[in-house]
T-cell receptor, first 115, second 114 residues
Framework: EAQVTQNPRYLITVTGKKLTVTCSQN?????MSWYRQDPGLGLRQIYY???????DKGDVPEGYKVSRKEKRNFPLILESPSPNQTSLYFC??????????????FGEGSWLTVV | GQQVMQIPQYQHVQEGEDFTTYCNSS?????IQWYKQRPGGHPVFLIQ?????EVKKQKRLTFQFGEAKKNSSLHITATQTTDVGTYFC??????????????FGQGTILTVHP
């Protein structure tokens, strides 16, 4: 089954404690991206990657890091989480070309609370 | 940064009524996508519009892309309770902006009363 898998789905952590949210897709997609969703603000893009070793900033990259060492994985790293990073995070992937078009597939989401 | 404005923020309708949400950009878009997110769920891709003036239909849903490629709309005919959720547009801009940059509207939360 084609899917985007995020872990953990729910996490409560403390300010300053480094954490990583993993994202993996099994569709051989070139494009992967991270978004955060906050009430009234919609989804805001944090980082995206067009392929292995190619990453770029979205609209709200501050306080986040990413890496794309393998095509299937795109982890989101919070080096020193702060309470304003409490949010619902979504990972997404899509092909860049081909008959599938540009359909973007989202993971189930990761609820992160920083206290 | 570039923004896409989506209105209305909320829409309450009686089952059977129609519903429309709009997205507007001040600059020309390359393409626009529409998503639906059920309560507690993740966004699900509905459609992508690319051509000026494009109109696409999916059963009771009609998607339009403006002639100037600066606005788009999603219209649902005769809403059903299964239409409940938040509808988002997501835009890519023309003129050299990276393909990877995708900006979402704020979303329209649709409530359907039976």
């Amino acid at each position: 089954e084609a899917q985007v898998t995020q872990n953990p789905r729910y996490l409560i952590t403390v300010t300053g404690k480094k954490l990583t949210v993993t994202c993996s897709q099994n569709m051989n997609h070139e494009y992967m991206s991270w978004y955060r969703q906050d009430p009234g603000l919609g989804l805001r893009q944090i980082y995206y990657s067009m392929n292995v070793e190619v990453t770029d900033k979205g609209d709200v990259p501050e306080g986040y890091k990413v890496s794309r060492k393998e095509k299937r994985n795109f982890p989101l790293i919070l080096e020193s989480p702060s309470p304003n990073q409490t949010s619902l995070y979504f990972c997404a992937s899509s092909p860049i070309s081909g008959n599938s078009g540009n359909t973007i597939y989202f993971g189930e989401g990761s609820w992160l609370t920083v206290v | 940064g570039q923004q896409v404005m989506q209105i209305p923020q909320y829409q309450h309708v009686q089952e059977g009524e129609d519903f429309t949400t709009y997205c507007n950009s001040s600059t020309t878009l390359s393409n626009i996508q529409w998503y639906k997110q059920r309560p507690g769920g993740h966004p699900v891709f509905l459609i992508q519009l690319v051509k000026s003036g494009e109109v696409k239909k999916q059963k009771r849903l009609t998607f339009q892309f403006g002639e100037a490629k600066k606005n788009s709309s999603l219209h649902i005919t005769a809403t059903q309770t299964t239409d409940v959720g938040t509808y988002f547009c997501a835009a890519r801009w023309a003129g050299g902006t990276s393909y990877g940059k995708l900006t979402f509207g704020q979303g329209t939360i649709l409530t359907v009363h039976p």
